[in-house]
């Protein structure tokens, strides 16, 4: 079955590219508070930092387009004149989607590209990176579809269903890293490495784990940031296990400030 943007419906293709919601390390519970146990980590993981922008996504088709959009909707497809200005998506990653798509991403299926966009008047926290109103970009994560003709035919609750559990084929870490040093993309900081196994299971051990491994953002923009970074994500490498480990759920938690 041939592929066409103008037929496709872009509902359902928002749907089936979305990222999805990434857990606490430790549950979150009433009043954002974290409780216990933490998610079990099996074997290596590796730990980038979580940038405070807004969630970006490049999504290369079949039919040799492109769509841009936030974590929530599409906001601009090429060739189209105008875009929706939306968080300054479209047009910070225009030129990058317009240098990815001539290298044909797609490659017989659905590539989606996920990533932050930061710093500007992005958030409230833009100013931990940058104090000249810079925006920077990075990328976190790559699904590639072969398989989308299926997905396309399913219901709403079908694909939350299947987002939400797993079933986009998120590439690993080694395949993440080869794909962004090709295409010339800057990926979140990746901050460490080590067994899963041993991460601290309680709220305090992780707290203090956060502070000794991103005392500051490696990903300031410019001499004037404040530098205080959002927190860690972790993940294993094939990416069947990710949780994020944030400052402010601890600080909320055990009542810490700044």
């Known amino acids: 079955m041939s592929f066409s943007i103008r037929t496709a419906n872009l509902r359902t293709l928002n749907s089936l590219t979305k990222y999805p919601s990434i857990p606490t390390y430790h549950s979150l519970g009433d009043k954002g508070r974290l409780g216990e146990p933490a998610i079990a980590f099996d074997g290596p993981v590796v730990g980038t930092e979580k940038v405070d922008g ?11 387009t492109y769509l841009l959009g936030s974590r929530e909707e599409f906001l601009y497809a090429s060739g189209d004149l105008i875009g929706n200005p939306a968080l300054g998506i479209v047009e910070h990653l225009r030129p990058v989607a317009d ?32 104090g000249e109103k810079r925006v920077g970009y990075r990328v976190f994560d790559v699904v590639r579809l072969t398989d989308y003709e299926t997905p396309l035919t399913w219901s709403a609750e ?10 986009q084929p998120f590439v690993t870490e080694d395949a ?14 990746r901050i460490l490495e080590q067994d899963g196994a041993a991460l601290p299971k309680d709220l305090e051990g992780a707290f203090a784990w956060l502070r000794t491994h991103a005392p500051a953002t490696r990903c300031a923009l410019d001499a004037g940031a404040g530098e205080h970074p959002e927190g860690i994500v972790v993940r294993t490498r094939d990416r069947r296990t990710i949780a994020k480990v944030r400052y402010e759920d601890y600080e909320r938690t055990l009542r810490v400030k700044r």
């Open 158 to 167: 079908q694909l939350s269903g299947w987002r939400e559990s797993g079933g």
């Open 99 to 130: 240098a990815l798509r001539e290298k044909r991403l797609d490659a017989g299926g659905i590539t989606a590209v996920f990533g932050e966009v930061y710093g500007g008047n992005v958030t409230a926290h833009s100013k931990q990176y940058t």
């Open 176 to 189: 993440l890293l080869a794909f962004t040093r090709e295409h010339g993309l800057e990926t979140t900081p």
């Open 54 to 64: 807004t969630n970006a996504r490049m999504v290369f088709l079949p039919d040799g």
